[in-house]
């Protein structure tokens, strides 16, 4: 439910009105736009890295504490990431993980399998 005061363009507001326009408080401005209906398309390439996220979410959780404490260690040299964080971006990263699922890649721009 929107409240609205001052009319349909109104310079406060909050809410959604009708289920078309949002309006919407900033720190310096308030805005109305036309609601954003969210999409999942579920293309090829969005399965392809949702399946890679599941399988190494699956791979931290098998981790020991001891091993867990290895990607905590390593903090500093990511922005003081938390080590799962760490850990997400070593693992995406690395050759074996790009092979595993067909991500190798020669050269600049070429592709060897996968699905981009």
Do not use: C
């Not at 090829?44 to 699956?58: E, K, N, P, V």
């Not at 990607?71 to 964080?85: C, G, I």
């Amino acid at each position: 439910m929107a409240k609205v005061q001052g009319g349909l363009f109104s310079v406060e507001g909050h809410g959604t009105l009708g289920g078309i326009i949002t309006y919407q408080g900033r720190k310096t401005f308030n805005q109305a736009h036309v609601k954003a209906t969210p999409t999942d398309p579920q293309t090829a390439g969005q399965r392809h890295r949702r399946t890679i996220f599941a399988a190494l979410i699956l791979q931290w959780q098998g981790l020991s504490e001891a091993e867990k404490q290895v990607y905590e260690d390593l903090r500093p040299q990511y922005n003081n990431n938390p080590a799962y964080n760490v850990f997400l971006t070593i693992m995406l990263a690395s050759a074996q993980y790009k092979a595993k699922f067909g991500w190798v890649t020669f050269g600049q721009d070429a592709k060897f399998g996968g699905l981009g």
